[in-house]
């Protein structure tokens, strides 16, 4: 009897600790949600994120980057997902270098960090086609963002394709990958939310019932890929269920989930904005960042995520667009070099401080709404279980107030909120900035570059295998498949000897359109004008007398792409390029238009064939001492040199200053696209009480947008 009651005692216990294994288990490593906020090993978080893109710096920067925003008070690091980068070609995968995606997210896991996957996969972001592959175009029958059989998975596409990846496929991929190193929380990982699609709303409206469906098919099918951790949507308020539908933009206090059991969430809290080649640069002050992130949190948010906290580098052709610069600085609170920017990272991560003080009572209790005067707020937190958390709000942005609450005065600077996690001590306005200012300088680093060769693209070359022959103008995304962003369109003009111009000495004028995104013109090789778009106008127009002789001439443009779209729906029907009509004005016959002509079409630069940029390239490239080269100049020149890194760690600039509109390579590897074309429009001057939107608060006008 004994020994058979102490075996049972023994079952009992095992079960027992089964049980309460299982459950720790559970509670350790679920995410789900409420209306208060995102629910993480069973308890509510006031969750502070932060934007760092991980193919935007380099893989040495990750560690820095990341342990600088844990330092800066975040919480969370939030990611696209860059599908363009991850797989170049259908099924050939790359998830190496600045696109290790699960080295990058195990170091956010190292530093005790949280991770946002934002998988889209399109995902917008001033990055090439929206992060689209532009292979992705030529399936047939398809159309982008909307309820299409190819575009989200169909048979068709295994067809033609081989079992390349569409939205779902792609999708599952990322996820897979994800859960076989065991990234999301509900795994042990760091992954605490995901993202399907981006700011998707417009879109849906647009497309009508099309786009719906999709909607739906999207959030269904991110469901079923089974996290184990929530899903999100940005900026759509028909965001069906279980998914938590998010704000974007300056300032999101008035926004409301669709739903009054989901969480209050900001995906993108803009900490600045993007620059273009041509525009100026904006800066928005980090009193009212503060301001708003506040006001946020004081109406219940509970997730904020900068966009960017780092915003770093557009590398090689990322940029989207089109005109958007190399640099994606975004007067983030680490500049695009990662260096910590001053008073902006200190102000937040004071900021960061006094929020997390009121989590208890802000995770607790829904906020008690009292006036204070006309133009003034208290937000008051009392959890039933004690404690209390206030903030206190001015929205007057021209005069500071004295307000009185709970029997104590208080004064508030104009468009400031005060926080009280105790209710009576204010630990933080978001106004009043005591972090002293950092100026980045440029110093020069010793290793200057004085020797250079030059080698003179050629102009002519026709006929070296890769040119393709058709009547009329095609369309340069369609030949190039983006490979490259030039494409030369090159003809014959034949002109009777009897020309009256040849006679009179009254130049024909060549007059030509393009949608973009700049031109370049030769006649009979000679280099007679270009064109380049603008920011606000981006279609290029050209007109420029020609000198053309009797007999046969030849007419060469190079069309030039800086960056394909990033914004919209249908990206199937975007064609660019020379798509006419080219015409000569001011012949016998008055104009001939050269649209239908025979052109000759040749993909990229001769200097690319050669793979001149590679410093492994061994090309019977003529390259020659660039100050003779300087001599006989035409505008389309590679220059090279060598010269030794600088001693230590610092980030390192290029100066472009001198130079005009093109590429850089180091050691093979593209770090951007360069234009020092200046920064026009408004400078405005700024001051942080007030609305902020683009372009108050610019800088940089009459200077190239880009110099470094
Ligand atoms: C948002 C978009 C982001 C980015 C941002 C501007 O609307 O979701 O991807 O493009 O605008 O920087």
Redesign the pocket.
Same mark, same amino acid.
């Given at each position: 009897m004994g020994s058979e009651f102490s075996v049972k005692k023994m079952n009992f216990m095992f079960w027992v600790l089964m049980v309460l294994v299982i459950e720790t288990q559970l509670i350790r490593c679920s995410v789900t949600y409420d209306r208060k906020a995102l629910v993480i090993n069973g308890q509510r978080k006031i969750l502070i994120s932060g934007s760092i893109h991980y193919p935007r710096s380099t893989p040495e920067m990750w560690e820095d980057l990341i342990m600088k925003a844990k330092e800066g008070g975040l919480d969370v690091i939030d990611t696209y997902v860059f599908w363009n980068g991850h797989e170049p070609s259908p099924g050939n995968y790359n998830f190496e270098g600045r696109y290790d995606l699960v080295r990058f997210l195990k170091i956010i896991q190292k530093a005790g960090l949280y991770a946002h996957l934002r998988i889209g996969p399109y995902? #917008?972001? /001033?990055w090439n086609f929206g992060g689209f592959p532009v292979w992705l175009k030529y399936i047939p029958g398809i159309s982008f963002r909307t309820d299409n059989g190819p575009f989200k998975f169909h048979p068709t596409i295994i067809y033609y394709y081989q079992a390349h990846e569409a939205m779902q496929s792609f999708t599952e991929k990322i996820v897979d990958l994800m859960k076989s190193h065991n990234l999301f929380q509900s795994q042990g990982g760091p992954i605490i939310l995901s993202q399907i699609e981006? /700011?998707y709303g417009k879109q849906r409206e647009s497309i009508g019932e099309d786009g719906y469906n999709y909607m739906v098919w999207a959030a269904n099918m991110a469901v079923r890929t089974q996290t184990g951790v929530p899903w999100i949507m #940005?900026k759509d308020d028909e965001t069906p269920d279980p998914l938590i539908n998010t704000c $974007?933009g300056f300032y999101c206090h008035q926004f409301t989930p669709n739903r009054p059991y989901k969480p209050k969430l900001w995906t /993108?809290a =803009?900490s600045g =904005?993007?620059t273009e080649f041509g525009g100026s640069i904006s800066q928005r002050p980090v009193q009212d960042l503060a301001f708003a992130v506040a006001r946020f949190i004081q109406t219940g948010g509970s997730l904020v995520n900068y966009?960017m906290y780092h915003g770093g580098t557009n590398f090689g052709r990322t940029a989207g667009g089109p005109f958007i610069t190399t640099s994606y600085d975004y007067d983030a609170p680490l500049d695009e070099y990662g260096l910590i920017r001053q008073p902006k990272f200190g102000h937040l991560r004071e900021l960061h401080k006094a929020i997390k003080l009121c989590e208890k009572a802000l995770v607790a209790a829904e906020p008690l709404v009292t006036d204070l005067g006309p133009l003034q707020q208290a937000h008051v937190f009392y959890p039933e279980k004690g404690g209390c958390a206030a903030f206190l709000a001015n929205y007057d942005t021209k005069s500071g107030a004295r307000v009185m609450f709970n029997n104590r005065h208080y004064s508030l600077p104009p468009w400031s909120i005060s926080i009280l996690p105790d209710c009576r001590n204010v630990v933080f306005n978001t106004a009043k900035v005591g972090v002293q200012t950092s100026h980045m300088e440029m110093v020069p680093s010793g290793a200057d570059i004085i020797e250079w060769e030059s080698y003179n693209e050629d102009i002519l070359a026709l006929g070296d295998g890769s040119t393709i022959t058709a009547i009329g103008l095609l369309d340069q995304l369609n030949m190039t498949r983006d490979s490259t962003d030039y494409l030369w369109y090159r003809t014959s003009v034949e002109i009777d000897p009897s020309e009256h111009f040849l006679h009179s000495g009254e130049l024909p004028t060549l007059v030509m359109k393009s949608t973009g995104h700049a031109v370049h013109v030769f006649v009979n090789g000679k280099h007679i004008g270009s064109a380049f778009g603008a920011r606000k106008d981006r279609k290029v127009n050209f007109s420029e007398k020609v000198n053309l002789q009797p007999g046969a001439n030849k007419i060469s443009l190079l069309s030039v792409a800086v960056g394909l779209p $990033?914004v919209g729906a249908h990206f199937e029907r975007w064609d660019m390029g020379i798509l006419g009509p080219v015409v000569l004005h001011g012949l016998n016959q008055g104009q001939r238009d050269l649209s239908s002509n025979r052109w000759t079409y040749q993909v990229g630069l001769k200097g690319e064939s050669m793979n001149l940029a590679s410093p492994n390239s061994v090309s019977m490239a003529r390259w020659m001492d660039s100050k003779l080269a300087v001599q006989n100049q035409q505008p389309l020149m590679w220059h090279k040199s060598y010269f030794d890194a600088p001693e230590g760690d610092e980030p390192l600039a290029l100066d472009m200053k001198s130079m005009g509109k093109g590429q850089v390579w180091i050691n093979g590897q593209s770090i951007g696209r360069y234009w020092t074309t200046e920064a026009r429009g408004d400078c405005k001057n700024c001051t942080y009480a007030g609305r902020f939107k683009p372009p108050n608060c610019q800088v940089g006008c009459g200077k190239p947008s880009q110099r470094w």
């Open positions: 995902i #917008c972001g /001033e981006n /700011e #940005c $974007n /993108e =803009w =904005w993007f966009y $990033n």
